[in-house]
């Protein structure tokens, strides 16, 4: 339990930040090819990461979902955060 709690206040902190990465990304995207969005691997996994931790927050605020289930979600955030690199 202590664990989860660790991870869901990590992921409130770093979710919004990650966000505006993704959002000025899309804005330096413009100014250095033109174009906001190109699916290009690197953008769309940032933005499955992003989706797939939108989903454990709501998960853990309006399901209620704890322990094993939201850390499940939780580890496949990361996954996609790694895959990314």
């Known amino acids: 339990q202590t664990l989860d ?8 902190f770093a ?5 505006f990465g993704v959002i000025f990304g899309a804005i330096w ?3 250095a090819w ?3 969005w190109g699916w290009d691997p690197k953008e ?16 853990r605020s309006t399901a209620g979902w704890r322990d094993k289930k939201a ?3 939780n ?4 996954v996609a955060m ?4």
């Open 44 to 59: 769309t996994v940032s933005f499955i990461a992003w989706v797939i931790y939108a989903a454990y927050l709501h998960a």
């Open 75 to 78: 580890v496949a955030g990361f």
């Open 29 to 31: 995207a413009e100014e």
């Open 15 to 19: 979710f919004p930040i990650f966000g």
């Open 82 to 85: 790694v895959f990314n690199l």
């Open 34 to 36: 033109g174009r906001y």
């Open 71 to 73: 850390a499940w979600i």
């Open 5 to 12: 709690r660790i991870a869901y206040r990590t992921t409130i």
